[in-house]
């Protein structure tokens, strides 16, 4: 096999309603942390139950596996997997022009949105019993603007802005190594060179932006995330911190 992490099982499925789904039912008999690609997805999804649209030839893969630490540390794998996200189109593109990683896990090539980050998991007394990645890139063709919520970033493709083509198994062996190495150094070192990587790569840091949580609408700068991946903004009133929400620019 091509270059693949030591450790991480690989399967590559024709199609599946969800990776995510598939993850989860083979959580409880998992040996060590496994991707799953497919191929094509029937049933895709994204932030807050929204539809994922797969055309085919995108990428559609999830990460499941048990890492330790507390819920809080374990979600923290958001940024790892937006930096590997980076890298791996680094390694396929030779490229990081107009990249940039969106809070709280979007990658943006050029302003479009051209992947995102679904994180799910099931908990147990003594904490997480697995962590899913779901991740989704358009790899080839990006999702009609109906699929869109308003407001929303516009979906870009890596063919259609660097004119690159990937397939999804290519892809994947590119992420699989860049996740593998960094996860290894967060596990290793702790979420502050995750943090300090990530900021050097954040869309908008130093600029007015919008929260938009479930409950209100925020303005101000984006001045930092926290030590626990929160998005601190800067505004009349003062410091403000976010666990959550929508960005706009």
Avoid: C, H
């Amino acid at each position: 096999m091509i270059d693949w992490p030591i450790g991480y099982g690989r399967r590559v499925l024709a199609e599946v309603d969800s990776t995510l789904d598939e993850a989860a039912r083979l959580a409880p008999d998992l040996t060590g942390p496994e991707w799953i690609l497919a191929l094509r997805q029937t049933k895709g999804r994204g932030r807050r139950g929204r539809a994922w649209n797969d055309p085919t030839g995108n990428f559609a893969g999830t990460l499941v596996y048990r890492p330790k630490g507390t819920p809080d540390q374990i979600a923290l794998r958001s940024f790892v997997a937006a930096l590997a996200l980076y890298e791996a189109v680094e390694a396929v593109t030779g490229r990081t022009t107009g990249l940039a990683l969106k809070w709280p896990n979007d990658v943006l090539l050029n302003g479009g949105k051209l992947a995102g980050i679904l994180l799910e998991s099931a908990g147990t007394k003594g904490g997480v019993a697995y962590l899913s990645i779901g991740i989704g890139v358009n790899l080839v063709e990006a999702p009609m603007k109906e699929w869109l919520e308003a407001g929303a970033v516009w979906p870009v493709s890596l063919q259609s802005e660097t004119g690159v083509k990937v397939d999804p198994e290519s892809f994947l062996n590119a992420l699989a190594l860049a996740f593998a190495r960094l996860e290894d150094q967060f596990t290793t070192y702790g979420f502050e060179p995750i943090r300090t990587l990530w900021l050097s790569r954040a869309a908008r840091l130093g600029e007015v932006i919008t929260a938009r949580t479930t409950r209100e609408e925020i303005s101000g700068t984006f001045e930092t995330i926290d030590g626990a991946g929160n998005l601190v903004l800067s505004t009349a009133k003062g410091a403000v911190t976010i666990p959550a929400a929508d960005i706009f620019f």
